[in-house]
Protein backbone atom coordinates (compact mmCIF):
# COMPACT_ATOMS: atom_id res chain seq x y z
CA UNK A 1 0.00 0.00 0.00
CA UNK A 2 0.48 3.60 -0.58
CA UNK A 3 0.50 6.18 2.21
CA UNK A 4 -0.53 9.73 0.45
CA UNK A 5 -0.75 13.12 2.20
CA UNK A 6 -1.98 16.21 0.05
CA UNK A 7 -1.16 19.64 0.77
CA UNK A 8 -1.40 23.21 -0.76
CA UNK A 9 -4.99 23.40 -0.83
CA UNK A 10 -6.35 26.55 0.91
CA UNK A 11 -8.57 29.96 0.36
CA UNK A 12 -8.06 32.05 -3.57
CA UNK A 13 -10.11 34.19 -5.33
CA UNK A 14 -11.99 33.34 -8.71
CA UNK A 15 -9.55 33.64 -11.01
CA UNK A 16 -6.50 32.62 -9.08
CA UNK A 17 -4.58 29.33 -8.78
CA UNK A 18 -2.81 26.87 -6.55
CA UNK A 19 -0.74 24.19 -6.80
CA UNK A 20 -1.89 20.76 -5.01
CA UNK A 21 0.55 18.19 -4.37
CA UNK A 22 0.47 14.72 -3.01
CA UNK A 23 3.59 13.04 -1.27
CA UNK A 24 3.72 9.34 -1.29
CA UNK A 25 5.56 6.80 1.22
CA UNK A 26 5.40 3.26 1.66
CA UNK A 27 4.60 1.46 -0.86
CA UNK A 28 5.98 1.86 -4.77
CA UNK A 29 5.27 5.36 -6.21
CA UNK A 30 6.07 4.65 -9.38
CA UNK A 31 4.53 1.56 -10.32
CA UNK A 32 1.01 3.25 -9.27
CA UNK A 33 -0.51 5.32 -11.73
CA UNK A 34 -2.06 7.99 -10.09
CA UNK A 35 -5.51 10.36 -9.40
CA UNK A 36 -6.92 13.77 -8.93
CA UNK A 37 -10.19 13.83 -7.18
CA UNK A 38 -12.94 15.83 -5.36
CA UNK A 39 -15.85 16.70 -3.38
CA UNK A 40 -17.86 18.98 -2.42
CA UNK A 41 -20.19 18.85 0.68
CA UNK A 42 -23.46 16.78 -0.62
CA UNK A 43 -22.08 15.46 -3.54
CA UNK A 44 -20.63 12.29 -5.03
CA UNK A 45 -16.74 11.68 -5.32
CA UNK A 46 -15.61 13.25 -8.96
CA UNK A 47 -12.74 12.46 -11.14
CA UNK A 48 -10.59 15.28 -11.78
CA UNK A 49 -7.53 14.18 -13.85
CA UNK A 50 -5.06 11.03 -13.73
CA UNK A 51 -1.52 10.31 -15.09
CA UNK A 52 0.54 7.06 -15.78
CA UNK A 53 2.97 5.86 -13.81
CA UNK A 54 5.89 7.45 -15.79
CA UNK A 55 3.81 10.17 -16.76
CA UNK A 56 3.47 9.50 -20.51
CA UNK A 57 -0.74 9.47 -20.51
CA UNK A 58 -3.06 11.90 -18.77
CA UNK A 59 -7.17 12.25 -18.71
CA UNK A 60 -8.95 15.28 -17.50
CA UNK A 61 -12.29 15.84 -16.44
CA UNK A 62 -14.36 17.80 -19.19
CA UNK A 63 -15.00 20.75 -16.38
CA UNK A 64 -10.91 21.32 -15.65
CA UNK A 65 -9.58 20.52 -19.37
CA UNK A 66 -7.29 23.63 -20.28
CA UNK A 67 -7.56 24.97 -16.55
CA UNK A 68 -5.84 22.48 -14.46
CA UNK A 69 -2.56 20.15 -14.87
CA UNK A 70 -1.08 16.70 -13.37
CA UNK A 71 1.89 16.15 -13.32
CA UNK A 72 4.30 13.94 -11.43
CA UNK A 73 7.90 13.47 -9.72
CA UNK A 74 9.03 9.53 -9.13
CA UNK A 75 12.74 10.80 -7.93
CA UNK A 76 10.04 12.96 -5.10
CA UNK A 77 7.38 10.58 -5.21
CA UNK A 78 4.96 13.31 -5.78
CA UNK A 79 2.03 13.68 -7.90
CA UNK A 80 0.62 17.85 -8.27
CA UNK A 81 -2.25 19.55 -9.70
CA UNK A 82 -1.56 22.73 -10.75
CA UNK A 83 -5.08 24.88 -10.89
CA UNK A 84 -5.71 27.78 -12.91
CA UNK A 85 -8.75 29.87 -13.81
CA UNK A 86 -10.67 28.65 -10.67
CA UNK A 87 -14.21 29.35 -10.47
CA UNK A 88 -16.57 28.64 -7.49
CA UNK A 89 -17.61 25.62 -8.89
CA UNK A 90 -14.44 24.22 -8.03
CA UNK A 91 -14.86 24.45 -4.69
CA UNK A 92 -14.27 21.13 -2.81
CA UNK A 93 -12.21 18.62 -0.65
CA UNK A 94 -8.92 17.41 -2.97
CA UNK A 95 -7.80 13.82 -2.82
CA UNK A 96 -4.97 12.03 -4.59
CA UNK A 97 -5.02 7.87 -4.70
CA UNK A 98 -3.28 5.54 -6.26
CA UNK A 99 -4.18 3.04 -8.57
CA UNK A 100 -2.45 -0.69 -8.85
CA UNK A 101 -3.84 -1.26 -12.61
CA UNK A 102 -1.69 -1.09 -15.70
CA UNK A 103 -3.98 1.74 -17.59
CA UNK A 104 -4.98 4.51 -16.24
CA UNK A 105 -8.97 4.72 -14.54
CA UNK A 106 -11.32 7.50 -14.08
CA UNK A 107 -13.39 5.33 -11.73
CA UNK A 108 -12.94 5.83 -8.20
CA UNK A 109 -13.32 2.19 -7.57
CA UNK A 110 -10.16 1.47 -9.93
CA UNK A 111 -8.14 3.59 -6.90
CA UNK A 112 -6.92 1.46 -3.93
CA UNK A 113 -5.06 4.15 -1.64
CA UNK A 114 -6.59 7.28 -0.97
CA UNK A 115 -5.35 10.55 1.07
CA UNK A 116 -7.00 12.02 3.74
CA UNK A 117 -7.40 15.46 1.15
CA UNK A 118 -6.92 19.06 1.21
CA UNK A 119 -9.80 21.80 1.54
CA UNK A 120 -9.91 24.23 -1.74
CA UNK A 121 -12.13 27.19 -1.41
CA UNK A 122 -12.50 29.98 -4.22
CA UNK A 123 -14.17 32.80 -3.58
CA UNK A 124 -16.21 34.54 -6.23
Known amino acids: QVQLVESGGGLVQAGGSLRLSCAASGGTFSASNMGWFRQAPGKEREFVATISRRGGSTDYADSVKGRFTISRDNAKNTVYLQMSSLKSEDTAVYLC?????????????????WGQGTQVTVSS
Open 97 to 113: AASPYPTIRTAPGAYRD
